[in-house]
């Protein structure tokens, strides 16, 4: 009987058709509903679509999406956390600043800096630093008070690193090393400038202080270059904060020089960059601390 069921299945095939094609269920009234309903559904679709070729507006943006109360508590614990890790550093530790050598906005602030510790990441370094400027900044410009005061005490330690440890005023070191000489200069190899004097140095930083601590194995190598996660964390931090505060003339001009530094020694602007087949310039970030 089975093998009569499957000559007969075979005889009312059409040639041609594949030998696992099913063959065409009979009419029934459940079958027509399907039926009616899968063309209802593709009348909608269409009706959609020409309601979408009608108009003419831009596509709007996607809102941006937050999370439920949970996820709010749970940044909430993060967040305090994460501000154990703060402490006022010493001048051993990173170069401090007189309240002088500042904007007016850091009058009476106490320096802040993040320390790290495990592997390459002993002492303070610009990757913690940055991360924590960018955080107390965005929290700043939601009306976080306390985050305008840490962010301020972060950025005061950043601006000390910028200055460098040579202890000469006149010769801000940032991310260079003695034997490139100043770090304002444009033509100091490989990237350009990586500091802008002003009221307080202000530029992108050595990758971590104290700097002797990239000499336990050659002397004459301490810690020197910047390193462009933690610059770029930083610079956006000091807008935020900037904006946070009112836009005082001396955030600005400090964030404007972020800005500036950020583009010459981490994306090498003007100097390193690829062209695209169209012609179009791109700047590509330096890797690593150099």
């Keep these: ?14 040639p041609g058709t594949p030998a696992h094609r099913a063959l065409p269920r009979a009419r029934t009234p459940r079958n027509d509903r399907m039926r009616r309903a899968a063309l209802f559904l593709l009348a909608l679709q269409g009706a959609e679509r020409l309601v979408a070729a009608g108009d003419k507006r831009p596509p709007q943006p996607t809102p941006p999406r937050f999370g439920g109360q949970p996820v709010k508590d ?25 309240d002088s050598e500042l904007p007016k906005e850091f009058a009476g602030v106490q320096p802040k800096v993040v320390r790290s510790a495990g592997g390459f990441a002993g002492g303070v370094v610009s990757e ?11 929290m700043a410009a939601q009306g976080d008070g ?32 003695e034997p490139d000489g100043s770090a304002e200069k444009v033509d ?8 802008i004097k002003g009221n307080g140095p202000a530029g992108v930083v050595t990758w971590k202080f104290p700097r002797h601590l990239c000499a336990a194995n050659d002397p004459w190598k301490p810690c020197h270059g910047s390193a462009a996660d933690g610059d770029v964390d930083a610079v956006l931090g000091a807008i935020y904060l900037a904006g946070a505060l009112g836009y005082p003339e001396g955030l600005v001009d ?37």
């Excluded at 000559?7 to 059409?14: K, M």
């Excluded at 749970?74 to 007189?98: I, Q």
């Excluded at 100091?188 to 500091?195: K, N, R």
């Design 146 to 177: 306390w985050a305008k005061e840490l962010a301020l005490g972060l950025l005061r330690s950043w601006l000390g690193m910028a200055q460098g440890d040579n202890h000469d005023p006149d010769l801000a070191l940032g991310g260079a090393s």
């Design 254 to 290: 400090i964030a404007v020089r972020l800005i500036i530094t950020f583009a010459s020694a981490d994306l090498g602007f003007p100097d390193m960059y690829r062209t695209l087949p169209d012609g179009k310039r791109v700047f590509v970030p330096k890797a690593g601390s150099q």
């Design 1 to 14: 009987g089975r093998k009569r069921a499957r000559a007969t299945n075979c005889a009312l095939r059409e």
């Design 128 to 138: 913690g630093m940055g991360y924590a400027m960018m955080v107390e900044g965005m």
């Design 74 to 98: 749970s940044f909430k614990v993060w967040l305090s956390s994460w501000r154990n890790l703060y402490a006022e550093p010493s001048s051993d530790e990173v170069p401090l600043l007189k």
């Design 188 to 195: 100091s190899l490989p990237y350009g400038q990586s500091a």
